[in-house]
């Protein structure tokens, strides 16, 4: 089972592109549907969000489930299709991000690359720590 795990900071080149690390490359090679990767952003945060393919058949098949008519399967559709980047690190292990995702999450230099364990994000650094202090406020409010 493919796990992306910590934060890695890495600057964004003058081309738009990251490299993924090592470890989040190594992950997606085992993963059984290869070292593809779709980009989106996300609907919830301002980072973007790094699914491999596996994670979009998992989406795609909830989405079969859905009618094909209904409001919800076009809200579903148009987050995970109408908004993905499909691409694959090239052999240095980097990606390219389109303006439009960078622009989303802020990234203009560096990028925290953060594990979601299935999948993986890309934030602005400040933004990621801002995350993760809200993260652990909220747990320690919960209790």
């Not at 809200?75 to 980097?94: F, H, I, M, N, Q």
Request: proline share 6%.
């Amino acid at each position: 089972m493919t796990q992306f795990l910590g934060t890695h900071l890495n600057k964004l080149d003058a081309k738009g592109r990251i490299s993924i690390p090592a470890s989040f490359r190594t992950s997606l090679r085992s993963d059984i549907a290869g070292s593809s990767i779709v980009l989106r952003r996300s609907h919830i945060l301002p980072c973007i969000d790094v699914w491999p393919l596996a994670m979009l058949q998992k989406a795609a098949a909830r989405l079969e489930e859905l009618d094909p008519l209904s409001p919800e399967h076009d809200e579903l559709a148009a987050r995970v299709y109408g908004d993905s980047y499909p691409t694959e690190p090239d052999k240095e292990g980097r990606i390219v991000i389109p303006d439009r995702y960078l622009a989303h999450a802020a990234i203009k230099e560096q990028v925290a690359v953060t594990g979601r364990g299935l999948y993986f994000q890309l934030w602005e650094p400040s933004a990621s720590e801002q995350r993760l202090t809200h993260v652990y406020a909220s747990v320690g409010k919960a209790a």
